[in-house]
């Protein structure tokens, strides 16, 4: 018996982007893509990755959480071209880039939005002092 083949929608979500012509400029391009686009509410910061996603396996839970101020994109199912088609978009059309940016992985879709923050900013960190010779 062959296995049915699992497909899974393409999504994006977005924290802490505000209601301004790059935001709506941003789920524009995602709607017309059929991209799937989902803004995470404090309150959730505590849920891990796959059950923000809807994900067979991941329950939502009672996670309380620290929250955090800085935008960040979570981007989940995206094929190469599509991801590379998102980041030209902010370039072809100059729109003030989001810091933090991640890709759903096997590795972290057990993370909270927290945890995924703290480790995108750490990596930021070291990028930093890497670039500076520190």
């Known amino acids: 018996m062959e296995l049915p083949e699992i497909s899974f929608t393409p999504t994006v979500l977005m924290y802490n982007m505000k209601d301004d012509a790059r935001t709506q400029a941003i789920?524009?391009?995602l709607a017309?893509?059929?991209?799937?686009c989902e803004a995470v509410v404090p309150a959730d910061y505590?849920?891990?990755l796959g059950a923000l996603l809807h994900l067979y396996g991941f329950a939502r839970r009672f996670s309380p959480a620290p929250v955090f101020d800085d935008e960040?994109?979570?981007l989940f199912a995206f094929e190469n071209d599509m991801l590379d088609g998102f980041l030209k978009f902010f370039r072809t059309f100059?729109?003030?880039p989001?810091?933090?940016k991640a890709v759903v992985t096997p590795h972290n879709v057990n993370w909270s939005s927290v945890q995924l923050h703290d480790e995108l900013c750490r990596e930021r960190t070291e990028l930093e002092k890497q670039q500076t010779g520190q």
């Open 27 to 29: 789920r524009q391009y």
């Open 32 to 36: 017309v893509r059929k991209i799937a």
């Open 46 to 48: 505590g849920q891990s």
């Open 72 to 74: 960040m994109l979570v």
């Open 94 to 96: 100059r729109l003030r």
């Open 98 to 100: 989001v810091a933090l």
